[in-house]
């Protein structure tokens, strides 16, 4: 008993502190998501306009989250939670998207994306199923998830020469 009060002490303070999981769903690779840690279990909002995706994250299926250490970036703690999407307008999603909206860097719509949520997007729960996850050995590197961004091009050739000069004017 006292090692899953334990577990879930762990599971609960990693998670609150850290601002971005990863999370892998029944198929694909794992993503990095923000999230809230709210009334025991991690909220995410997504699957909109100008939201994270959230693919392959349905309603009563189970994901494998992992928690990062916020200063360090290392893995501290994996585990297992039911995924359950929340009905717009009920009172468990108010009370997530409280706790969410809060933490929403750059919205697009300030005020408004409350309303948007409701619309476009999913509000979804990352209960704890009790059980972590031991931790992997060896390296857990994969390739990229494919996507149309794009990196910035070189700079042009005559721009340090331009930066330079603006400094010796000083």
Do not use: F
């Not at 334990?6 to 769903?25: F, H, I, P, Y």
């Not at 307008?89 to 809060?102: F, I, N």
């Not at 933490?103 to 972590?132: I, Y």
């Not at 931790?135 to 340090?160: F, H, K, M, N, S």
């Amino acid at each position: 008993m006292t090692s899953e009060l334990l577990d879930q002490a762990l599971v609960e303070e990693a998670t609150k502190k850290s601002g971005l999981v990863w999370v892998r769903g029944p198929e694909g690779p794992a993503r990095a998501l923000w999230h809230v840690w709210h009334e025991g279990a991690a909220c995410l909002v997504g699957d909109g306009p100008g939201e994270q995706p959230l693919p392959g994250l349905t309603d009563g299926t189970e994901a494998e989250v992992t928690v990062r250490s916020k200063d360090k970036g290392g893995r501290l703690v994996a585990w297992t939670a039911k995924v359950i999407e929340l009905s717009a307008g009920s009172e468990a999603w108010d009370a997530a998207v409280a706790e969410l909206k809060g933490k929403r860097l750059n919205a697009p719509d300030g005020e408004a994306m409350t309303g948007r949520w409701a619309r476009e997007c999913r509000v979804l729960r990352l209960e704890p199923t009790g059980s972590t996850l031991p931790l992997p050995d060896g390296d857990l590197a994969e390739a990229p998830v494919p996507t149309t961004a794009t990196t910035r091009q070189p700079i042009p050739a005559g721009l340090p020469k331009l930066l330079l000069k603006r400094r010796k004017r000083k």
